[in-house]
């Protein structure tokens, strides 16, 4: 084995499995890959492990939509404290979002990727990408690309930017600053929604995908045209079409922590905000009670993705995760992010998972290795 895939950090006694599945996905790997992995159970953890070039324990990298994790468990604390009804209308909290047929909309639906308005007519430049509300101004103004709740599509820039203008009109703060007082700073979790200038030696910049001949082919071919609705989605209709692999490289977008894609994270930061969420960590509460977890992970949107072109299932801001896991309990929640990383809870089992990875993986989203590494994590907190 290769010096470069031997996995650092610890595992808890009953866990020496994980170490295993880790290093031999390191091993697969084309050389200079490198990854992070953690995990929780019932707020202590079991697993601390990285490996492969320049990675440390404590390196940070951007973690695309698993963003959306942290910034919707904001909005779960705030339905939970009677801040935000689930079944009012956007406009109510936000009148301007009424335009276009748009006034109906409740934030059950928003939530649930329903509203019909993933992207902007005609682009946004990278300065606006990285300010939640230049993208919220722009988008209460669209026009939707289908009826508001008849079907669902993957807001994958755009939903962190409108659940935030909500939270913002409600609190008079931003999703960042919420996330930041109630949530990473006092409980520690190294995973950063706008990263202090500070903390930038730690970064460490996502590297591109390296595919093969073979998958550069399935990638040209699923690839939408810029004013599709993928394309709309993702930006590609601006006359500088966004590079999704190189967001989180851009200072502007780490600075500001746009709540659909700019979080910064490593993979104990990633676990530890869902071992807070549902068993609470260094002797603090948990942040959601079972029945506030249990309904933010119940589905509501289940079916063809419009965006993607494929089968998903979501819950209220969290992906459905035991549809791709089905060894999951049935109300795990969490979110994968574009480059490979994934996180989520199984409060079944009280299992909180945090993976990362540097090179972007192919084709995008949850890394084909995650299956086996949440798999043998999820059996030894069984104990299996």
């Known amino acids: 084995m290769p010096e470069q895939a031997i996995a650092q950090g610890t595992v808890a006694k009953g866990y020496e499995a994980v170490r295993e ?19 929780y159970v019932d707020g202590q953890q079991v697993v601390d492990l990285w490996g492969g ?11 695309f939509s698993s963003t959306k994790g942290a910034a919707h468990l904001v909005v779960a604390m705030l339905v939970q404290d009677g801040t935000l009804d689930l079944d009012e209308k956007v406009s109510h909290y936000w009148p301007e979002f009424a335009a276009h047929g748009k006034g109906g909309v409740t934030l059950r639906e928003l939530l649930a990727h329903r509203a019909g308005v993933p992207g902007v007519d005609g682009g946004l430049t990278l300065e606006e990408l990285a300010d939640d509300r230049v993208i919220a101004e722009r988008l209460a103004a669209q026009r939707p690309h289908w009826r508001p709740g008849t079907a669902f599509g993957y807001h ?55 595919p093969t001949p073979e998958q550069k082919q399935q990638l040209l071919e699923g690839a939408g045209g810029p004013e599709s609705l993928v394309g709309v989605t993702f930006n590609l209709n601006h006359p500088v079409p966004t590079v999704l692999e190189a967001l989180p490289n851009h ?3 780490r600075e500001k922590g746009p709540a659909s894609v700019g979080g910064m994270a490593s993979a104990r930061g990633l676990a530890k905000l869902y071992a807070a969420a549902i068993s609470g960590v260094d002797g603090k509460e948990p942040l959601l009670t079972p029945d506030t977890a249990a309904d933010f992970a ?35 929640f ?45 059996a030894c907190a069984a104990g299996r």
């Open 251 to 253: 200072r502007v977008i």
């Open 21 to 39: 599945v880790f290093e031999a996905t390191l091993a697969e790997e084309r050389s200079g890959h490198a990854a992070q992995l953690a995990a």
């Open 156 to 210: 994958g820039l755009s939903i962190g930017a409108l659940t935030g203008e909500v939270v913002r009109r409600v609190t008079g703060l931003t999703m960042q600053e919420v996330y930041e007082t109630r949530v990473r700073a006092p409980h520690g979790i190294d995973f950063y929604m706008g990263l202090p200038e500070d903390q930038e030696h730690r970064v460490l910049d996502i590297q591109p995908m390296d």
């Open 53 to 63: 070039p320049e990675i440390g324990a404590d390196s940070l990298t951007g973690v």
């Open 298 to 332: 119940q589905i509501h949107s289940v079916g063809y993705d419009l965006v993607g072109r494929f089968h998903s299932a979501i819950g209220l801001g969290f992906a459905a995760v035991s549809d791709k896991f089905p060894f999951l309990g049935a109300r795990s």
């Open 334 to 378: 969490g979110h994968s992010g574009a480059a490979g990383s994934m996180a989520f809870a199984d409060p079944s089992r009280g299992l909180a998972f945090g993976y990362n990875r540097r090179r972007y993986a192919f084709p995008g989203g949850a890394a084909p290795e995650t299956a086996r590494l949440a798999q043998v994590v999820h």
